[in-house]
């Protein structure tokens, strides 16, 4: 079974340009998940989906931050103009809807703002 | 929202000691308690959880406890070896909400 797959693995960017990451979550799994990960500190929920829809996004900056899911597989998390407070590890993951259960992560995006 | 807070932040033992983490969460309606284990450079894999029905929980070398009316649960690893040193977090969540996780714990184990 493939796991979960996160694309680029690393990126570099100055400060106020703009990346795009890229999930592809277990197949059969709604519910997808966007942690922000900063080195030496816990995963720090971004936003999840069921499916196409936001649960919560609740902690996802909104005025540079945007995620979507828009068919329910896939998602995209875009930063629109990234800080140096933004250089953490980007962490997809992806579970079953149900009550509380294992997280599958992927492998991160390793991003660096200069 | 879920504050999850985890002590300590560094742990360093002996090989063949045990080692303990301790993580304390606000929300009384959380019922769901697991530990992800992270070794440089790869991905949090859970390693074992705890439900609200149950106060212990015991695997391969791993027992969790958990305490309601304190709002605490425990990760004990006994007979620890090389393998075991890496980054641990608690996490709690409520039914289906996205878990929220603790600051992690680096543990090295000592030859």
């Known amino acids: 079974e493939a796991g979960v797959t996160q694309s680029p693995r690393y990126a570099v960017l100055q400060e106020g340009q703009a990346v795009s990451f890229w999930c592809d979550p277990i197949?059969?799994?709604?519910?997808l998940y966007w942690y922000q990960q900063p080195r030496d500190q816990g995963p720090q929920l971004l936003v999840y989906?069921?499916?196409?829809?936001?649960?919560?996004n609740s902690q996802l900056p909104s005025d540079r931050f945007s995620a979507v899911r828009p068919k329910g597989t896939n998602s995209t998390l875009k930063i629109q103009s990234a800080k140096q407070g933004d250089t953490a590890t980007y962490l997809c993951?992806?579970?079953?809807?149900?009550?509380?259960?294992?997280?599958?992560f992927g492998a991160g995006t390793r991003l660096s703002v200069l | 929202g879920e504050q999850v807070e985890q002590l300590p932040s560094i742990l360093r033992v002996q090989e063949g000691s045990s080692a303990s983490i301790n993580c304390t969460y606000e929300n009384s309606a959380s019922n769901y308690f697991p530990w992800y284990k992270q070794e440089p450079g790869e991905n949090p894999k859970l390693i074992i959880d705890?439900?609200?029905?149950?106060e212990r929980k015991q695997t391969q070398g791993l027992i969790v406890l958990l305490d309601k009316k304190a709002k605490r649960f425990s990760l004990h690893i006994t007979d620890t070896q090389p393998g075991d040193s890496a980054m641990y977090f608690c996490a709690a969540s409520v039914d289906n909400n996205a878990p929220r996780f603790g600051a992690g714990t680096k543990l090295s184990v000592k030859p």
């Open positions: 989906f069921r499916d196409e829809a936001v649960i919560d």
């Open positions: 705890i439900r609200s029905n149950m």
């Open positions: 993951a992806s579970s079953p809807w149900t009550g509380g259960g294992t997280l599958y």
């Open positions: 197949s059969g799994h709604d519910t």
